[in-house]
């Protein structure tokens, strides 16, 4: 048996607390104790003495308990008794108890499941890849700042190509490199889609055939490699956690919200404010900006694909955390705080908290003080905690896809041996939140030519926020089930507008929409044609104003 201390605190906490000895009592009736001993006296155990190093302590023979008390001795004089402790043990199967295996967990999927370091997660993708070639691709999307690749996967029936009208949707994990349990999520799903499809299993087949699904399972390298030296007995709450030059990737995006605000919170507006595709602030744009490559990297893959859902996993909880994720008033640290796309958003954080197995579980233990059964699971970021910057603000104002975090689990290291009852815990999670991707309206926007027009907008009528078209002018827009009245404009075309219906069946609805090119456009266009270029209205009235104002002074003159 191995036990490791650290201090109980939560990322937002600032008090320092922590245990600097204690002592280890065990039972097997919960009614008569014995303290540990080393020889003939009890053994005292060194605690922390400071708050981020965990301590590793051995019990100085093996022991066979069921139950364990601590007993703390002594602690930080400026603090008060606080303490976490994580134990490693070896299960034994009790002969005079028939049910002794009855809650215990168990799988049947043939994955590798172990903690990966860089080179191993590279080795495993290489081995997914060839297992199944015609639906797998790896690629890289940049670097970390010590160099290493961000490698990600995509799975699709024609990978390294946008099909149009097929939906894209991503998976990242690790960006705090230190929440590892993602990363591995990420890579036994990796393992679990190939399997399954060259299985045939119809759910799975369909999933690869209608989606371009891209899996990055490891988005901080670096950090991950240092967390991955300590391991999960003394990894800590922050070792790993920022990227090699201390930044933190989840709140490490351009604060878009704040141009939003306060645009529409101007009187005077001299056009409407612009409610997506907001442009990112040039100073972040700048080599001296504080932005780590990583983010960068992040920022221009968001910007290449049409991404239109994404999940970014994350851990040390048990919750799925929906923006904005930041509060709208500047005084507060916790406020509600909705996007215009609220209700799609809960039923996205939804979909996956209820298919856990322990999310919306109101009998399991909380994480640590924050108790998310109120809302099933979910909770909308700013109400939870405010964060300037973070990847799904960003995601949904910058781009059209709907990001949410995904926190799956209370231990950010959980032991090799907990894998296989975490991979069965998120399983079905993690497929049904891939086939919400297929929630809404889709279609075409084209010319009279039957062209799709690229970057023309979306808007529904009653949701402040639109979406534009792909390269290819097809488009998806993520809503619940119901009636809408839908719109598509685009520059230099005639605005069309419909009624589009979204059933209960899974299934996009398709509204295809043929615009008709403005009169002003058109005749731009002949002029064009015949090597004339159109005389511009306003600039036209001005020279008539200046000629007219000649004559005048001309008939002065004379």
């Known amino acids: 048996m191995v036990l490791d201390s650290s201090d109980g605190e939560g990322e937002e906490q600032l008090k320092s607390d922590w245990v600097t000895s204690y002592k280890v009592m065990v039972s097997n009736d919960s009614h008569t104790w014995v303290t540990v001993k080393n020889g003939s006296g009890d053994m005292i155990f060194e605690g922390n003495s400071e708050k981020e190093i965990p301590v590793l302590n051995e019990l100085p023979v093996p022991m066979v308990a069921r139950y364990i008390r601590i007993n703390p001795r002594s602690w930080f004089d400026n603090g008060s008794i606080c303490m976490r402790m994580e134990i490693l043990g070896c299960p034994l199967p009790d002969p005079n108890n028939y049910y002794h295996r009855r809650n215990e967990m168990t799988t049947t999927d043939n994955l590798d499941f172990k903690h990966h370091n860089y080179k191993e997660m590279r080795q495993l993708m290489k081995v997914v890849n060839e297992m199944c070639p015609n639906i797998t691709r790896i690629y890289n999307i940049g670097k970390s700042h010590q160099g290493l690749?961000?490698?990600?996967?995509?799975i699709s029936d024609h990978p390294g190509e946008h099909e149009v009208g097929e939906p894209?949707?991503?998976?990242?994990?690790?960006?705090?490199?230190n929440e590892v349990l993602g990363r591995e999520l990420m890579l036994l799903l990796l393992q679990f889609l190939c399997q399954e499809y060259l299985a045939g299993n119809?759910?799975?087949v369909h999933l690869v055939e209608e989606t371009r699904i891209h899996i990055l399972p490891s988005l901080n390298p670096d950090g991950y490699e240092k967390a991955y030296e300590g391991g999960s007995e003394l990894g800590g709450w922050s070792l790993g956690r920022w990227t090699h030059d201390g930044i933190d990737i989840n709140n490490n995006f351009p604060d878009l919200n704040t141009l939003l605000w306060e645009a529409e919170?101007?009187?005077?507006?001299?056009?409407?404010?612009?409610?997506?595709?907001?442009?990112?602030?040039e100073w972040f744009l700048s080599e001296n900006a504080t932005v780590a490559v990583e983010t960068r990297a992040v920022i221009a893959w968001m910007e290449k694909i049409p991404f239109v859902l994404g999940g970014n996993l994350q851990g040390g909880e048990l919750v799925v955390a929906y923006p904005y994720d930041m509060v709208r008033s500047l005084w507060k640290t916790q406020e509600h705080s909705p996007t215009p796309d609220d209700h799609v958003f809960r039923w996205l954080a939804y979909s996956y908290a209820s298919t856990h197995r322990l999310m919306t579980d109101a009998r399991r233990r909380v994480c640590h003080t924050e108790d998310f059964q109120?809302?099933?699971g979910t909770v909308n970021g700013a109400s939870w905690h405010t964060v300037a910057g973070s990847l799904n603000d960003f995601s949904y104002l910058h781009t059209n896809c709907f990001e949410l975090s995904i926190y799956v689990g209370c231990d950010k290291y959980p032991h090799e041996s907990e894998l296989p009852e975490e991979w069965e815990n998120n399983r079905e999670s993690l497929i049904v939140f891939m086939e919400q991707v297929h929630r809404g309206i889709k279609g075409m926007v084209r010319d009279a030519h039957g062209k799709g027009i690229p970057n023309a907008i979306i808007s529904v009528e009653?949701?402040?926020?639109?979406i534009r078209t792909a390269s290819d002018g097809d488009?998806?827009?993520?809503?619940n089930p119901g009636e809408y009245v839908v719109t598509a404009k685009a520059e230099g075309f005639t605005s069309s507008t419909k009624n589009c219906m979204v059933g209960y069946d899974m299934g996009a609805t398709r509204c295809d929409f043929t615009l008709s090119k403005t009169n002003l456009a058109r005749i731009?266009?002949?002029?064009?044609?015949?090597?004339?270029?159109?005389?511009?209205?306003p600039a036209r009235r001005l020279k008539l104003r200046g000629r007219k104002r000649r004559q005048r002074g001309g008939r002065a003159n004379t």
């Open 149 to 154: 690749k961000l490698y990600a996967v995509e």
């Open 374 to 376: 109120k809302e099933d």
């Open 202 to 204: 119809p759910r799975i």
């Open 524 to 537: 731009r266009e002949i002029m064009e044609k015949f090597g004339k270029q159109p005389v511009s209205l």
């Open 168 to 177: 894209e949707f991503h998976y990242m994990a690790g960006a705090h490199g």
């Open 265 to 281: 919170d101007r009187q005077n507006l001299p056009r409407k404010v612009p409610n997506h595709y907001i442009a990112i602030p």
């Open 462 to 466: 009653g949701v402040n926020h639109d």
């Open 475 to 479: 488009y998806w827009r993520l809503l």
